[in-house]
Every structure is written in structure tokens, then in C-alpha cells.
């Protein structure tokens, strides 16, 4: 009796090493949840935020699930980045606003600046986030709060010839 071969699928030929990079990414490709994504800034700051839409499952974030409504930063809740109840209110305003607290899991990455730079550049995110999610329900809202309005102050320059400082002059010598 002759022997017929049985042609091998083209996958069978590749060996996957499950705890391979590629794979890893691949995966996490096929798992991935809607978000929306936008950046905000202030002063020196610069926050990359993520508005996750997952309303059922948990968000499965660096290899930590997060309950809907959790907000990191920097991978930490939020509390724990900004402490105290002024920021609590600070941060949650665009949600409170738009009427959207806890709908959303909340993932930024903000680089650069000091703190009140860097929640002010989170508020300019999220809210960014927010009018892409619904633009004719949300940017009204958030236009007439002025969230949206990316904050022009900057750290004015230090000008050469002068002192230390960008505006401070040099003493002059008494006559």
C-alpha cells in the first residue's frame, strides 16, 4: 500500500516559542480593548492618555487587571500620584462635567514638568480624549470650560547679558 504523505500546515513548519516577544505582542493585538487616545500638555509636561471603553471586562494593563473606573498614571492609581482632595477635584472635573464619572478606565503616561504642570497637562488629555468620543455631545461642554484650550505660558527664556534669570538685571555699581 503506498504512503501518502500528509502535507504539513505552513504553521506546523514555524516553531513558536510562546514567551517570544512577537508572540507576546500578537497576542495582546487580539485581546485589545477601544480606546480612544489623545495627548495634553502644560508648562513642560507632555500626558499621553488613554480612555479605555471596556465596560463588562477588566482592562488587562502591563500584566495587571484594572477594574473599570480606575485611573492610572504611570502605571499607579491616581491617588497615589496625586495626593490630597484639591487634586481629587482637579482631575475629575472634565469626567464630573461631562457626566461620564467612573464609565471609563483612564491609563496616562506623563512625562516632564512638576506636578501642577503635570495634572493640568492630564486634564488637557482626558478631555481631548473626551470630545473624541462623542464631538457634538462633549465639545461644547468641555469648550465652554475651557478644557480644551491648550494653556500658552511657558517658563519665559533667560536673556544673555543679563543676570540669572530670565528678567533679573545685573546690580550696578554705586557713582
Known amino acids: 500500500m503506498p504512503r501518502i504523505k500528509k502535507q504539513k500546515n505552513s504553521l506546523d513548519k514555524l516553531k513558536i516559542d510562546k514567551n517570544s516577544k512577537k508572540f507576546q505582542k500578537k497576542l495582546s493585538d487580539d485581546k485589545k480593548s477601544s480606546f480612544y487616545q489623545a495627548v495634553g500638555r502644560r508648562k513642560e ?23 473599570t473606573g480606575t485611573i492610572l498614571i504611570n502605571y499607579r492609581p491616581i491617588e497615589e500620584y496625586f495626593p490630597g482632595e484639591i487634586n481629587k477635584k482637579i482631575y475629575l472635573e472634565p469626567f464630573r462635567v461631562t457626566n461620564t464619572l ?56 533667560r536673556k544673555a547679558g543679563l543676570a540669572q534669570k530670565a528678567r533679573a538685571k545685573k546690580q550696578s555699581p554705586k557713582r
Not at 49 to 55: A, D, I, S, T
Not at 134 to 141: A, Q
Open 102 to 157: 467612573g464609565r471609563f478606565t483612564v491609563s496616562a503616561v506623563i512625562e516632564g514638568g512638576g506636578l501642577s504642570g503635570q495634572l493640568g497637562a492630564f486634564i488637557h488629555g482626558v478631555s481631548r480624549a473626551l470630545e473624541k468620543v462623542d464631538k457634538e455631545k462633549y465639545r461644547p461642554i468641555l469648550k465652554k470650560k475651557s478644557f480644551l484650550t491648550r494653556d500658552p505660558r511657558m517658563k519665559e527664556r
Open 45 to 67: 509636561s507632555t500626558a499621553r492618555v488613554k480612555l479605555f471603553l471596556e465596560r463588562e471586562n477588566d482592562i488587562v494593563i502591563k500584566d495587571k487587571r484594572i477594574p
